[in-house]
């Protein structure tokens, strides 16, 4: 049989449909069980047959052409092979990864806008309220820069990384505004303990900062 192996579960192109139901259909329930991607493949991807949605971001013609028949966009292909990358360097990020993938909320990966770079957007008053929700990463894998502000280079799946502990953190409702002593939000120290991890697999300097303050010692992994 011409089956994809999505991992989750079996794929059969030539009816658009996964094979057995989704096993979080209840995220979808005005589609059938056996759908792909939202019933949009033109928008969405579904790496897993689960819940962590890359976004085609296709750019040119061939991007275009692949995007139509079916295939993955450039960025996808590239995000995708992060995401394997990121479960292969470190098996406590590859558990944040597995976690969101079987998630009953949403997680999103996309292109930042035009000079825009990596953040995760979420729903503020459901965070407040500690709600479980789903999120947006906004990765450019392309990008080694951490922001406009800092010079500071390193592996672009670094930050991917630092992401997906935000998602973590919203899926799991604990991505509240407590802070450090002298002002830095914990979710952001985890983040910076989740990058580290990885900078520590890919050779780039552990960070110890987050803007122009640094994360107190103690609490660095």
Known sequence: MNWYDYGARQ???????????????EKYNTMSPYQYGGNNPVNNIDINGDSIIIQPNANGLIDQIKEFFGFDTKYQEIV?????????????????????????????????????????????EKAEKKISQGSTVFY????QRRSRHENERRTPRVGLSHELQHSFDLDKKIATDETTENGIKLMDVRAINTENKIRSKTGDPKRTTYGTKKVPKELLE
């Open 11 to 25: 794929y059969d192109p030539a009816l658009g449909r996964f094979m057995t139901i989704d096993r979080f259909t």
């Open 80 to 124: 995708k092979a992060d995401l394997s990358q990121l479960k292969k360097d470190d098996a406590e990020v590859s558990g944040i990864i597995s976690d969101l993938e079987e998630s009953e909320n949403i997680h999103s990966i996309t292109m930042p806008k035009k000079g825009e770079f990596n953040s995760t957007e979420y729903d503020k």
């Open 140 to 143: 450019n894998p392309y990008n």
